[in-house]
């Protein structure tokens, strides 16, 4: 049993079986080797009395220098390898070899109260490692000792210095776990020497049960503690002690991005996308064409607009004409309204509909206006862990060997374990050897990077284009590592408490993760928005102030090109002097310009005279409605001879409450509220109120000048195409073909006993009066 002698020279102190009670050996090796000596001997007593049974042995004398074998001795092995038998070292059992099977070592440490167990050595070549708590003196133990500390280069934890050969020592080294360790020493009063991990892992399990990394080394107790970015994990745990968490953390994704473009002077367009625009566009026109039709169609958006006037009684009119209904659907989609009102109920449907449509539009656009103006989009083809689980376009992996492999390896979460079985079947293999290493796949390759969140952190600071995807898929801490059972547990985690409370640890945080090339996320409530946001505006405004002045030139060029045609002037002259009309400061309001009688306008539009004698003509003065149409004559003229005057008809409306909203009517009423003059009145000034008409006589003949018919005969009896002859104080209307203006007749009464006179008035601007 020499095999076993050489396993437990390795074990500090066994345990073994007395009565199959587990007690603690307290005599040293030498009773070790007595006691497995013991059990040997019981074996092979029970082995030769198994065999003697069998058959009979008999003594005979054997020579030590005789080659000869006893003849028992096969039949002896075979009894040996049956035997199973609970001895002073536990049970003792044998294979077809021959060799012990089915026992355990259990591993005792030595310290000043005793020995405790700290762990168990089992026969299949597999060790498991256990910890209990012990009651010493940590301060003691710590002070002034020199730690080795495992640890691995890994940014910002542990870095080496751009000039490290310079160095020597510790001061290779810089990181947020190497400024740690030096608050450490100072509060635990001991120093500390830091050292690579020889095969540059965090540390994972192997097939025999052995360990990789810095939890191989601290088992190993070739450190004294791990300080890295080192997660701690239950399986872990099992084998190595940690200490209280410093840094708490998750796994998260990394993934490459694409910045979309920056906001520019258009960005107010991007709240929509161009199929939105083109279809409010045709939405536009097709409610334009339909409030058309729909006005056109009902009768109740047919009115007259100056009921006051008694020639425009039976005229009718539609406020939506082509323009004005391309017109409306602009204003209610500006929200700024429209003088244009819908009167009949399918227009009023058309409007609302319209209404609330430009309402949800509105809205729309004002809620994602903001943000397109003021955010740099990133373009990402997932989002969450699920669409990263549930496509195969990109590829995934995390650091082999890794706790974050371990997770995914343990995880009974589908989702995750989907991930899995990709990763642990994708070849080439998508699991990486470094951060390093899973930073430049994922830069340079459709490759999604599962790492720890604050690692992530740390490189989206360093990388503009990599960003997060989702949130965290589990919640861990990094810890210190220790040896199983190691008297600096306590100790270091009351320091690590202590800094934390200090807010040290925060500190060295912020000192190592900030700082890198990526600009810190602004505060866009805070900072107005500037000209490269919005100045796309400002160029639509310009555009459309050019147009709305490239128009109003069409306009005065078209309009004095044709009053100097009609005015027999040159376009120069007219254009000359109706561009200093036109840019005339001091006043607001001009007349409007009258044609020369003897014009050629006034010859291709000639005067219409009366029937009768012809009399001497002259001109009165005439008012037009704000709208250009014809509204009255002059006041009284003197006569000839006889010196009779000679009444004007003014054409005045009855009184009504449509003069109340209509500005014609208003204007009207006032003039009916004027006095009689002798004078012709001048522009401004509100024409005489005529008298009554006096009743018409019973005969044919003028109540003065003697035979002849009547005017109002010739008035019913005369074409349209000539002038109407009308009594001197009775007033009469007439439309000529052609013109929508009121013409006022005048009859003149002649002096003396000759025959009446009546004059006419010409088809031009003027209005003439026979005397």
């Known amino acids: 049993m020499w095999w076993n002698r050489s396993f437990v020279s390795w074990i500090c102190i066994p345990q073994i079986s007395i009565n199959c009670k587990m007690v603690s050996y307290q005599y040293g090796p030498t009773f070790l080797s007595s006691a497995l000596m013991f059990d040997a001997v019981h074996v092979v007593v029970g082995a030769v009395k198994e065999l003697n049974r069998s058959q009979e042995i008999g003594v005979k004398p054997l020579s030590c220098t005789s080659p000869q074998i006893w003849q028992h001795g096969t039949s002896l092995m075979n009894y040996l390898r049956m035997v199973e038998y609970d001895g002073l070292t536990g049970r003792v059992e044998f294979n077809s070899k021959g060799q012990r099977t089915n026992y355990t070592l259990r591993i005792l440490e030595k310290h000043r109260q005793g020995h405790r167990e700290i762990g168990i050595w089992f026969s299949n070549n597999t060790l498991a490692m256990n910890a209990t708590s012990l009651d010493i003196n940590v301060s003691e133990t710590l002070a002034n000792k020199t730690l080795i500390v495992t640890t691995i280069l890994e940014s910002p934890y542990v870095m080496r210095k751009g000039n490290y ?213 990133m373009e990402v083809p997932i989002e969450s862990p699920d669409d990263l689980a549930d496509q195969t376009n990109i590829e995934y992996g995390t650091i082999q060997g890794g706790s974050t492999m371990t997770f995914f390896m343990n995880s009974r979460y589908q989702t995750y374990q989907r991930m899995w079985n990709y990763m642990h079947s994708k070849q080439p293999s998508v699991f990486v050897k470094s951060t390093e290493e899973g930073i430049a796949r994922v830069v340079n390759s459709k490759y999604a990077f599962l790492l720890e969140s604050t690692m992530n952190e740390y490189y989206r600071k360093l990388n503009c284009n990599l960003t997060q995807i989702g949130g965290l898929l589990d919640t861990k801490g990094y810890g210190i590592g220790m040896p199983l059972g190691s008297p600096f547990r306590e ?21 190592w993760w900030e700082g890198g090339q990526c600009p810190k996320e602004e505060d866009h409530r805070a900072k107005g928005l500037g000209m490269e946001n919005i100045g796309g505006i400002f160029v639509v405004l310009i555009c459309g102030l050019i147009i709305a002045v490239f128009v109003a030139i069409m306009e005065f060029v078209w309009s004095t090109r044709c009053s100097s045609v009609t005015d027999e002037v040159s376009v120069c002259q007219e254009m000359l002097t109706e561009f200093r009309n036109a840019v005339s400061c001091k006043k607001s309001s001009r007349s409007r310009r009258r044609r020369p009688l003897g014009s050629s306008a006034a010859l291709r539009h000639p005067t219409r005279i009366a029937l009768g004698a012809p009399r001497p003509l002259r001109f009165v003065r005439e008012m037009r409605l704000s709208n250009g149409k014809l509204y009255s004559g002059s006041g009284p003229l003197t006569g000839g001879a006889g010196g009779q005057g000679v009444g004007v008809a003014v054409a005045l409306p009855r009184s009504c409450t449509h003069v109340r909203i209509c500005q014609e009517c208003r204007r009207i009423q006032s003039l009916r509220s004027g006095t009689g003059s002798t004078r012709i009145p001048p522009s ?45 104080t009775e007033q009469h209307q007439h439309r000529s073909p052609g013109r929508t203006g009121l013409r006022a007749m005048a009859w003149g009464g002649g002096g003396g006993g000759g025959g009446g006179c009546w004059g006419g008035v010409v088809q031009t601007t003027d209005i003439c009066a026979a005397q």
């Open 491 to 511: 100790e270091i985690t009351m320091a690590i408490l202590h800094l934390q409370e200090n807010n040290r640890l925060e500190i060295l945080k912020r000192r």
């Open 165 to 377: 050969q310079e160095f020597q020592g510790n001061d290779q080294y810089e990181g947020f776990c190497v400024d740690m360790l030096r608050e450490l020493a100072d509060i635990l009063k001991c120093s500390f020497r830091i050292k690579l991990v020889d095969d540059g892992l965090y540390g994972a399990p192997e097939p025999n049960g052995s360990w990789t990394g810095m939890v191989g080394e601290l088992i190993n107790r070739k450190a004294d503690l791990a300080v890295a970015g080192f997660t701690i994990t239950s399986e872990r745990e099992k084998v190595i002690d940690f200490s209280k968490p410093f840094m708490t953390l998750g796994i998260s994704i990394l993934y490459r991005v694409h910045l979309g473009r920056k906001p520019g002077y258009f960005s107010f367009l991007d709240p929509f996308s161009p199929a939105v625009w083109l279809f409010m566009l045709l939405a536009y026109l097709a409610v334009s064409c339909v409030l058309f039709l729909a006005a056109r169609l009902s009768p109740y958006e047919w009115y007259n607009p100056h009921p006051c006037l008694q020639e425009r009684k039976d005229m009718l009119e539609n406020q939506y004409t082509l323009g004005n209904s391309l017109w409306f659907p602009v204003g209610g989609f500006m929200q700024q309204g429209s003088e244009i009102m819908p009167r009949a109920l399918s227009t009023r449907c058309v409007s609302g509909v319209w209404w609330m449509f430009t309402l949800i539009i509105i809205s729309s656009y004002t809620a994602n206006l903001a943000a397109f103006l003021t955010v740099q989009r």
């Open 684 to 728: 401004s000034a509100p024409l005489p109120r005529l008298p009554p008409p006096p009743a018409p006589s019973s005969s044919n003949t003028d109540s003065e000048g003697g035979g002849g018919p009547s005017p109002r005969q010739l008035h019913h009896s005369t074409p349209p195409s000539l002038w109407t002859h009308a009594p001197t």
